[in-house]
């Protein structure tokens, strides 16, 4: 793991010029810390191996990490013929974020332990009465979650939110949002800090999605991803060797506003024969009333694509096509281990988009010879950003922590 400095700023707390945070020293604690969290249960020895610190040095921040409660001796490794092993690992009930996934017309709220399982979940419609309300609603269903759950205030360390759109440099306002368009300029953080009583931090939700399929997925935590999230629109995060892209708006990755067709249809970004104008659900469903002569909505039209419906296969089938095109290319530019497609938007179709994707770049990927690129679906598929974003925030806030130490 490679941990940022904060961001400079000047006496009036805004960020100074000069672009992305430099990079500081790694500390070894957040390094073992780490480890710890991915591959246990593990012996000091084998972290002594895998991070390159002698054992006194392992023993001396492991014996700390357990003071704080981080980190639990989970019993012994099995003998080689001489003395067992004492196992390490997360003390996953010690520490707990919230996430929240937005979207135009619902809200997913989850709770996350340290060890990185959902051990809650909440879904409820919102956006009708405009952000106040519908930030106030937010944070009532998380304190309602969190008293289900039984969980202590205390043991939350803070709350990582996801919306779809960009963020100003601080991550305290909405800058704009083409699915949320009245939350631009709203101060979500202060908001919602000021109605939940915990730190909250602003994610994009593609950026989040990846950056928790990278930690708690399966691609691998020094893997190169692509996330694609499709609800109402198509976003994305990029995940490079185990980093996070962050980007001045906190959304690199937008792979909606890849043009696939010059000739296609206006897009709302402005640009013409973008992916989402071409691909998003919205095309797929006008596409299909136009061949079948009657208007469903995209869960409807997916599921008769699965049965083989002919204008549904056809409207799907050319959404998924043009998704691959744009895919081929991040693929070709950034040289990608994984695609993932994560979000609503799919519906039961996602595996006509898989398999669409997946021979184009078996086909076309210029690595292809060197290495495959796999293309799956999230593990938390319809609630990707939402685990996303409690991910973040545990490793910012406990990163901090073990920094301090």
């Given at each position: 793991?490679?941990?940022?400095?904060?961001?400079?700023?000047?006496?009036?707390?805004a960020p100074t010029p000069g672009g992305a945070p430099r990079r500081r020293r790694v500390n070894n604690r957040e390094v073992v810390l780490e480890e710890i969290r991915a591959r246990a249960p593990i012996s000091r020895v084998e972290l002594s191996g895998i991070v390159g610190l002698t054992p006194a040095a392992i023993t001396s921040i492991a014996r700390r990490l357990i003071a704080e409660g981080l980190v639990t001796e989970s019993g012994h490794s099995e003998s080689t013929g001489g003395k067992r092993r004492v196992l390490l690992e997360i003390n996953a009930a010690s520490r707990y974020a919230l996430g929240a996934q937005l979207t135009a017309d619902s809200a997913t709220i989850v709770v996350e332990g340290l060890g990185g399982a959902v051990v809650g979940r909440s879904r409820f419609r919102h956006g009708v009465d405009g952000p106040a309300a519908s930030t106030t609603r937010v944070a009532q269903a998380a304190a309602e979650l969190l008293s289900s759950l039984g969980l202590r205030p205390e043991s939350i360390v803070g709350f990582g939110v996801a919306v779809p759109g960009g963020l100003d440099a601080s991550r305290d306002v909405v800058l704009d949002s083409?699915?949320?368009p009245e939350?631009?300029?709203f101060r979500l953080r202060n908001a919602l800090e000021d109605a939940a009583r915990v730190p909250v931090r602003l994610y994009n939700d593609g950026a989040a999605a990846a950056a928790g399929e990278a930690w708690g997925g399966?691609?691998?935590?020094?893997?190169?991803?692509?996330?694609?999230?499709?609800?109402?629109?198509?976003?994305g995060g990029i995940v490079l060797d185990g980093a996070p892209l962050g980007g001045r708006l906190g959304r690199p990755g937008e792979i909606g506003h890849v043009v696939v067709d010059?000739?296609?249809?206006?897009?709302?970004?402005?640009?013409?024969?973008?992916?989402?104008?071409?691909?998003?659900?919205?095309?797929?469903?006008?596409?299909?009333?136009?061949?079948?002569?009657?208007?469903?909505?995209?869960?409807r039209v997916a599921a008769l694509a699965l049965r083989n419906d002919p204008a549904a296969l056809a409207a799907v089938q050319a959404s998924a096509d043009a998704m691959s095109q744009a895919v081929l290319g991040a693929a070709n530019l950034l040289d990608l281990d994984h695609v993932?497609?994560?979000g609503s938007g799919f519906g039961s179709a996602v595996s006509i988009y898989?398999?669409?994707?997946q021979r184009r770049l078996d086909t076309a990927f210029l690595g292809r010879h060197a290495h495959p690129v796999a293309v799956r679906e999230?593990?938390?598929?319809?609630d990707a950003a939402a685990v996303g974003a409690a991910e973040m925030v545990l490793k910012e806030q406990v990163s901090q922590q073990a920094s301090s130490l």
């Open positions: 793991m490679r941990p940022e400095e904060p961001e400079r700023r000047d006496a009036r707390g083409r699915v949320l939350w631009a300029g399966a691609a691998g935590k020094d893997s190169r991803l692509l996330l694609i999230q499709m609800d109402r629109g198509i976003g010059p000739a296609g249809q206006l897009c709302r970004c402005g640009g013409r024969g973008c992916l989402e104008a071409v691909a998003a659900p919205a095309a797929v469903e006008q596409s299909y009333a136009a061949l079948a002569g009657r208007r469903l909505a995209m869960n993932i497609l994560a898989i398999e669409t994707i999230s593990l938390t598929m319809r």
